[in-house]
């Protein structure tokens, strides 16, 4: 198993762009959640999702869209990028709905909005 | 969902010592997780204990929890270099399906 992938690893963008980042996980998983980690901070959940086709907001979804089109992809969509959104992002899944087990993370794609 | 947060914020020992490390939370369990972060790396799992247990071990890792104080430590005995992170827990509120992380103890173990 690769467990929970992201890509890309590193991106620069410029105020106003739209980008997606993407996450996949290949343990079928019911539950991901993205996060978003400033520096020196701990992880503010940004979006999640408890199955295919169902997603809620975190703590800080503002500005950002996600979509759960498949058990395995839960892509986090940056409509307007702000250099507020300059940041670490993590995904991370669990085999059942929100915590009540393990979540596994990705390795993060870490963002610079000029 | 509920936040769970950790003091102190940074710990800074000798290698060989052990490293304590605080939880608070604010209502009822279902269970509490400690994850570990190394520099720039995603969280990794490290134990997790239910609102039943009050003490558990893993290797190293002693975890208690105290429900009636709504509170949990973590202590890493006979501390190493590769140790050096920062360490979070996750309450999970009963009834609750979200995970929200606090800010983290950054523990620092000198070699």
């Known amino acids: 198993n690769a467990g929970v992938t992201q890509t890309p690893k590193f991106q620069v963008l410029k105020t106003g762009q739209s980008m997606t980042l993407q996450c996949a996980q290949d343990?079928?998983?019911?539950?991901m959640s993205w996060y978003r980690q400033d520096p020196g901070m701990g992880l503010r959940l940004i979006h999640y999702?408890?199955?295919?086709?169902?997603?809620d907001q975190g703590e800080v979804p503002n500005g950002y869209n996600v979509s759960r089109s498949t058990t395995e992809d839960f892509p986090l969509r940056l409509l307007s990028a702000a250099p507020s959104q300059t940041s670490v992002y993590f995904c991370?899944?669990?085999?059942?709905?929100?915590?009540?087990?393990?979540?596994?993370f990705g390795p993060g794609t870490r963002l610079t909005v000029l | 969902s509920q936040q769970g947060e950790e003091d102190p914020q940074a710990l800074s020992i000798q290698e060989g010592e052990n490293a304590t490390m605080n939880c608070s939370y604010k209502?009822?369990?279902?269970?509490l997780q400690w994850y570990r972060q190394n520099s720039g790396r995603g969280l990794v799992h490290l134990i997790l204990?239910?609102?039943?247990?009050r003490e558990k071990h893993s290797g190293r890792l002693r975890v208690t929890l105290d429900t009636s104080k709504k509170s949990s430590s973590l202590l890493i005995t006979a501390s190493r270099a590769a140790d050096t992170a920062s360490y979070f827990c996750?309450?999970?509120?009963?009834?609750?399906?979200?995970?929200?992380f606090g800010a983290g103890t950054r523990l620092f173990v000198k070699a």
């Open positions: 999702s408890v199955g295919a086709g169902i997603t």
């Open positions: 204990i239910r609102s039943n247990e």
């Open positions: 996750a309450p999970l509120q009963t009834g609750g399906f979200k995970t929200i």
């Open positions: 209502t009822s369990i279902n269970n």
């Open positions: 991370a899944s669990s085999p059942r709905t929100g915590g009540t087990d393990t979540q596994y």
């Open positions: 343990m079928n998983h019911e539950y």
